[in-house]
C-alpha cells in the first residue's frame, strides 16, 4: 500500500490550499483515513480524521472551522481543505490509514494508523 501526498506549499495567512492524498495497492478502503502534522521541533499532533464507512469527520480544536477533511471513494483519495491559514500551522503534512478501524469515533493516537503518506510542507507566512 502506497500513500501519496500532495498540495503542500508556501501562502501568506489568510490563505488556502488543499491537500491530497491517493492510496494505492489495496483493493478495499481503510476504515479511517487522518491528517496529521508536525511542525519543526514539536511531536507529531492530529489535525483531523474521516470514517471512510459513514463519512464522519473529526477535527483537533485548533483547525475547527477553518479545515475541512473529505473524500472521494472511486478515487480512493482523502482532501484537507485549509483556509485561513495561520503560521502556527506551518508543518510537515501526513495523511495515514488506520485498515480495520471498528470504533464508533477514530484513532487520535498516530501508534493506531497502518500506513503513512510521505508527507507534504505547508509553510504559512505572516
Known amino acids: 500500500v502506497q500513500l501519496q501526498a500532495s498540495g503542500g506549499g508556501s501562502v501568506q495567512a489568510g490563505g488556502s490550499l488543499r491537500l491530497s492524498c491517493t492510496a494505492s495497492?489495496?483493493?478495499?478502503?481503510?476504515?479511517?483515513k487522518a491528517w496529521f502534522r508536525q511542525a519543526p521541533g514539536k511531536e507529531r499532533e492530529f489535525v483531523s480524521a474521516?470514517?471512510?464507512?459513514?463519512?464522519?469527520?473529526f477535527y483537533a480544536d485548533s483547525v475547527k472551522g477553518r479545515f475541512t477533511i473529505s473524500r472521494d471513494n472511486p478515487k480512493n483519495t482523502v482532501y484537507l481543505q485549509m483556509n485561513s491559514l495561520k503560521p502556527e500551522d506551518t508543518a510537515v503534512y501526513y495523511c495515514?490509514?488506520?485498515?480495520?478501524?471498528?470504533?464508533?469515533?477514530?484513532?487520535?493516537?498516530?501508534?493506531?494508523?497502518?500506513?503513512w503518506g510521505q508527507g507534504t510542507l505547508v509553510t504559512v507566512s505572516s
Open positions: 495515514a490509514e488506520d485498515v480495520y478501524y471498528s470504533g464508533t469515533g477514530y484513532p487520535s493516537n498516530s501508534r493506531e494508523y497502518d500506513f
Open positions: 495497492g489495496r483493493t478495499f478502503s481503510a476504515a479511517a
Open positions: 474521516i470514517r471512510w464507512g459513514d463519512g464522519s469527520t
